[in-house]
């Protein structure tokens, strides 16, 4: 739930059996959680920038050719 207690938009994407990719707006700038083996870890190395530009990328890709 958002602070106004509405529920969040979240794009959610099962890649593989080994990867799941979940998207949702924020309004206080970029952030990131990446879970790996159940754990979660916040800090941003650069697997995470390679993987913000790859959902960035997609993301243009749906809304700009996708949806057109």
């Known amino acids: ?3 106004n207690d509405q529920p969040l938009k979240i794009v959610h ?3 593989s059996d080994r990867w ?3 998207l949702a707006l924020s309004e206080k700038g970029f952030q990131q959680v990446s879970f790996v083996n159940s754990v979660a870890t916040t800090k941003v190395d650069l697997f ?3 993987l913000q530009m790859l959902c960035y990328m997609t993301l243009f890709f749906v ?3 996708y949806l057109d």
Request: include cysteine.
């Open 13 to 15: 994407e099962v890649v």
């Open 1 to 3: 739930m958002d602070d």
């Open 63 to 65: 809304v700009f050719v």
């Open 48 to 50: 995470c920038v390679i």
């Open 20 to 22: 799941e990719v979940a």
